[in-house]
C-alpha cells in the first residue's frame, strides 16, 4: 500500500479538525477505521504509520505464527483443567472477529479468501502427567458449544493421521495423547490488516506512512492536538481531532504517557522478542496442514508456550516452530534500543521492580533462552517432529512484543500476558497495550472501545454494529 491518499497531512478532508486520528498501521488500528468508516461514514479519520508500509511490525505475516486464537489448541489459556472460563471468552470472542469479517464481506470490503486459511487446531502431550491434564481439559471444553467438534485420542495411529510428523520416528514407547478441532484457522494478519485499511482509503479517509507521532495533548477545549513528523521530508505537522486511538504496538505506552493520561500511571512494559525455524521444504510442509500446541517449559511466560505451525502468506506454504525468546531494549522491531528507558518514570520503578523480584523463573527462562545454541533449538524441534533435519531449516527474527507491567497493592507489580484496552475518563483517548490473543479478538476489543469512549452513539450506530458485530453463539466453523 502506498500513501497515495490525496489529503493534507493537516486533514483527511481539508477540515481543520478531524474526528478521529488512530496511530499506528497494525491490525488494531485497521480494524477501528474500517469499523468506524462503516458506522460513522461522514466522519474525517486518519490514520498515521512510522513506516513504509502497514502491517510491518507485528501484524506481518512472518513476524508471527498466524494463529486464529480460539482457545481450541492453547493451553495456556487454560492453566486449571476443570476451568475453561477463559477459552470459552477467546472462542466467542474469536467468533465475533469471524462474523465482523464475514459482514465485510458481504459488503464486498474483504475476500476471507486472501487471508484466511483453515488449519485444524491440535494439542499434543507427552507423559503421563500431561496426558491426564489434556484428557481432563477435552472432558471440560467438551461440553461448552463452542467445543463441540473438539476430538482426542490417545491411539498414535490417529496422531499419525492427523499429524503425521509428529509420530515419524518417535520411540514406540513413549505415551503421548492429542485433541484436534478441524475448524481452526491460519490468519496472514498483514493482508487482513491491508485488506481493512483499502476499507477506510475507499471511504475518503486517510492512510499516511513515514508519518511518526511524538506527542499528544488535550486543549482545554476538549480537541487534542497530535504532534508529528514526515519522515520523507523532515516536516513537522500538527493535526486536532476530537479522538485519538493509539495503536502503536510497543510505543503505546510511551505515547499515552506523553499524553498525561492517569490511567496509565504505574504501568510499564517488559520487551520479548521471539525467534521462528522455519522451512519451505515442500516435501516436509506438504506433510503437515495444522497448527500443532504443547505444554511451555516450566517457569516459562504463557506466551512461549511451543508450536509448530502451517502457514500461507501470500500463495508460499512453509512450517514455523517456536517461540525462542530473545531479549532487546527496542520496543518496536524496527524500533530503537533507547526505547524502553524513555518509558521509565519514577512512579513505574517499583512495579517494574517487583517483577523482577518476584518472577525468577522467567528470568531463568529468559536466560536460558538467549544462551541456547542452535544445537539445543533444534532439539526442541525434534521434540515435535522427531527426524527433523537441521539442514532444511533456517532460524528467522520474528517481532518484537511489549508485555505490559501494572502496578499492584499487594505486590507491587504484575507482569500481564493479554491484552489491555486503556480509555480516558472522557472517552475522548484509548490505547492498546499488551500482547496476545489481541490481533485474533481486534472486533471484540473494538467493540469494547466503542461502548466505552462513544456512549451517547450507542443508539445511532446501534443497527449497522448489528450486522457488523452480531451477537449469538455460532460455533467456530459457522
Not at 502497514?54 to 492453566?79: D, I, K
Not at 499434543?124 to 458449544?145: H, Q
Not at 511489549?402 to 499492584?408: G, N, S
Amino acid at each position: 500500500m502506498t500513501d497515495t491518499t490525496p489529503i493534507q497531512p493537516e486533514s483527511a478532508r481539508g477540515e481543520d479538525i478531524l474526528d478521529a486520528v488512530l496511530i499506528g498501521g497494525g491490525i488494531m488500528s485497521a480494524t477501528l477505521g474500517a469499523l468506524l468508516s462503516t458506522i460513522a461514514p461522514d466522519w474525517s479519520i486518519a490514520l498515521f504509520e512510522r513506516l513504509g508500509e502497514p502491517a510491518a511490525e507485528s501484524s506481518h505475516p512472518w513476524h508471527n505464527a498466524g494463529t486464529g486464537h480460539a482457545g481450541l489448541c492453547e493451553l495456556n489459556y487454560m492453566p486449571d483443567p476443570a476451568d475453561g472460563t477463559r477459552a470459552a471468552r477467546i472462542a466467542e470472542q474469536f467468533a465475533l472477529s469471524r462474523r465482523f469479517w464475514s459482514a465485510l464481506a458481504h459488503r464486498d470490503a474483504l475476500d476471507p479468501a486472501t487471508f484466511l486459511t483453515p488449519a485444524p487446531h491440535i494439542t499434543v502431550v507427552f507423559g503421563e502427567r500431561d496426558i491426564a491434564y489434556l484428557r481432563e481439559r477435552y472432558a471440560t471444553l467438551r461440553t461448552l458449544p463452542a467445543f463441540a467438534g473438539l476430538e482426542y485420542t490417545e491411539d498414535r495411529a490417529v496422531i499419525a493421521q492427523w499429524a503425521p510428523l509428529l509420530v515419524r520416528g518417535r520411540a514406540d514407547d513413549e505415551a503421548m495423547a492429542a485433541t484436534r478441532h478441524t475448524a481452526g484457522t491460519d490468519i496472514d494478519f498483514g493482508a487482513l490488516t491491508r485488506s481493512l485499511l483499502a476499507t477506510m482509503t475507499e471511504a475518503g479517509n486517510a492512510v499516511r506512512l513515514h508519518r511518526e507521532i511524538t506527542g499528544l495533548r488535550r486543549g482545554r477545549d476538549g480537541l487534542w492536538t497530535v504532534r508529528g513528523r514526515d519522515l520523507d521530508s523532515g516536516r513537522r505537522f500538527t493535526v486536532r481531532t476530537r479522538f485519538v486511538f493509539v495503536g502503536a504496538g510497543g510505543y503505546a505506552l510511551r505515547l499515552l504517557q506523553r499524553a498525561g493520561l492517569p490511567e496509565v500511571r504505574g504501568y510499564g512494559v517488559f520487551p520479548l522478542g521471539a525467534q521462528f525455524l522455519r522451512t519451505s521444504d515442500p516435501a516436509v510442509v506438504a506433510e503437515h496442514r495444522a497448527k500443532v500446541y504443547s505444554q511451555a517449559d516450566l517457569g516459562a511466560p504463557p506466551m512461549s508456550v511451543p508450536h509448530l505451525d502451517r502457514r500461507e502468506v501470500d500463495g508460499e506454504a512453509a512450517l514455523l516452530f517456536g517461540p525462542f525468546a530473545t531479549f532487546s531494549t527496542r520496543l518496536l522491531r524496527y524500533g530503537k534500543l533507547t526505547d524502553l528507558f524513555t518509558t521509565l518514570r519514577p512512579h513505574n520503578v517499583v512495579p517494574l521492580a517487583a517483577v523482577g523480584v518476584r518472577n525468577p523463573g522467567l528470568l531463568r527462562y529468559l536466560v536460558g533462552q538467549l544462551i541456547a545454541s542452535p544445537r539445543r533449538k533444534f532439539a526442541q524441534l525434534q521434540r515435535f517432529y522427531p527426524t527433523a533435519d537441521p539442514a532444511g531449516w533456517e532460524l528467522v527474527q520474528a517481532g518484537q512484543r511489549a508485555q505490559l507491567v501494572k502496578p499492584d497493592r499487594r505486590r507491587g507489580g504484575v507482569l500481564e500476558f493479554g491484552t489491555e484496552l486503556v480509555t480516558g475518563a472522557d472517552g475522548t483517548v484509548a490505547g492498546l497495550l499488551g500482547a496476545s490473543p489481541g490481533a485474533s479478538i481486534a472486533p471484540s476489543i473494538m467493540r469494547d472501545l466503542l461502548e466505552r469512549c462513544f456512549p451517547e452513539r450507542r443508539y445511532e450506530w446501534a443497527p449497522l454494529l448489528a450486522e457488523l458485530l452480531p451477537a449469538g453463539d455460532l460455533p467456530l466453523g459457522a
